[in-house]
Every structure is written in C-alpha cells, then in structure tokens.
T-cell receptor, first 111, second 111 residues
Framework: GQQVMQIPQYQHVQEGEDFTTYCNSSTTLSNIQWYKQRPGGHPVFLIQLVKSGEVKKQKRLTFQFGEAKKNSSLHITATQTTDVGTYFCAGGRTSYDKVIFGPGTSLSVIP | DTGVSQDPRHKITKRGQNVTFRCDPISEHNRLYWYRQTLGQGPEFLTYFQNEAQLEKSRLLSDRFSAERPKGSFSTLEIQRTEQGDSAMYLC?????????FGQGTRLTVV
C-alpha cells in the first residue's frame, strides 16, 4: 500500500538557524499537502502543491514538489520560536484518493 | 476554531466496553475523514466518506471499528469491545477540495 515517509524524525535548532524536512512517497502523488501541528493541537493546513517541480513560498517557508511527484521538502529560513511544532506531509495518488500522512518531523527551536 | 467539532473531547472507558464518537464537519464539505493519532506519530488513516458513501476503510482496521455518515452530514465512529491498544486521539477532518480542516479530536483512554 501507499506509504509516506519523512526525515528527520526530530530536529533541534538554535533560533535563527534554518530547518528542512523531507518527504518521500512510495507512489506517485497527485498532490502534496503540508500541515503543522502545535503541541497539544490538531493539524493545520499550510499549503498544497500540485505541479511537478512546483515551488511555493510563504514568508520564511519554502515548499517544493519533486519532478517525479514522489518527494517534497519544506524549508524554513531563520527559525523562530513560533515555528515549534510537528510538520506533516500528506498526499493521495489521485485527487479523489484518501489522504495519507507521513510520520512528521518534530521541530524544536532553542531561543 | 476550524468549524469541525468533535464530541466528546475526552472519553475514558473500561476495556470491553463500546464507545461512539461524533464528528460534525463544516457544513458544505462533502468529504469527511477519520484518523487515529498516537503520541509522536502522524495521523493514521482509518476511513473516509464522500457525502454519505464510505469510500474506503483501512485494511489495518479491525471489524470492531465501524463508521457511518447518514445523509452526508455528521459522522459517527464506533469501537466495539475496546482494547487498551485503542487508546489514542481520534481525529475527524472535512474538506471540500484539498485543504482538510481538522477537529480538536476525541482522546480515548481504555483502562
């Protein structure tokens, strides 16, 4: 069955340092979504990428979708304490398919 | 407030008892998901609905789990003969297109 993997599992950074999490799917995806979950909270949608090779930016966050539509990355520039949380990628094989989540990357930011 | 509400927020039950959770999605959303999440893990897909039709149920899910979405509105998730391994956060999400909106979840503890 479809599997979504993420690395690293945990990342501790000093405030101001950059952070990247990588997502890989065992199957080609129709789209990739990224969510953020704060400690004690629920996942909150950040963005969706649909096109092969697509790059999108949200302020200090940069999202990429691989050419083969099987991998993606999220890069945060100059982390802040408000970036603390777990970042999940999620996707489906088609736009009508179920959405499968990766295991997440937990980010800690040391002030 | 994401607009998706789940009830109850917390449930403590004895092993062997049945429990039922309710999810009220955002009213115009046609797709509804149930996920299960344990500490340090990503949301694990359980089942999803398109309107009132249950499109898929995880093969990992035992027959003790059943979900309904009568009339394509609210949904219920029932767990029969609960086991300690069922202890987790049960998350409901609804979507119209790509972005899934999550509820606050129901935390189940089986003692």
């Amino acid at each position: 069955g479809q599997q979504v993997m993420q690395i690293p599992q945990y990342q501790h950074v000093q405030e101001g340092e950059d952070f990247t999490t990588y997502c890989n799917s065992s199957t080609t995806l129709s789209n990739i979504q990224w969510y953020k979950q704060r400690p004690g909270g629920h996942p909150v949608f950040l963005i969706q990428l649909v096109k092969s090779g697509e790059v999108k930016k949200q302020k200090r966050l940069t999202f990429q979708f691989g050419e083969a539509k099987k991998n993606s990355s999220l890069h945060i520039t100059a982390t802040q304490t408000t970036d603390v949380g777990t970042y999940f990628c999620a996707g489906g094989r088609t736009s009508y398919d179920k959405v499968i989540f990766g295991p997440g990357t937990s980010l800690s930011v040391i002030p | 407030d994401t607009g998706v509400s789940q009830d109850p927020r917390h449930k403590i039950t004895k092993r062997g008892q049945n429990v039922t959770f309710r999810c009220d999605p955002i009213s115009e959303h046609n797709r509804l998901y149930w996920y299960r999440q344990t500490l340090g893990q990503g949301p694990e897909f359980l089942t999803y609905f398109q309107n009132e039709a249950q499109l898929e149920k995880s093969r990992l899910l035992s027959d003790r789990f059943s979900a309904e979405r009568p009339k394509g509105s609210f949904s219920t998730l029932e767990i029969q003969r609960t086991e300690q391994g069922d202890s987790a956060m049960y998350l409901c999400a609804s979507s119209l297109r790509a972005e899934a909106f999550f509820g606050q979840g129901t935390r189940l503890t089986v003692v």
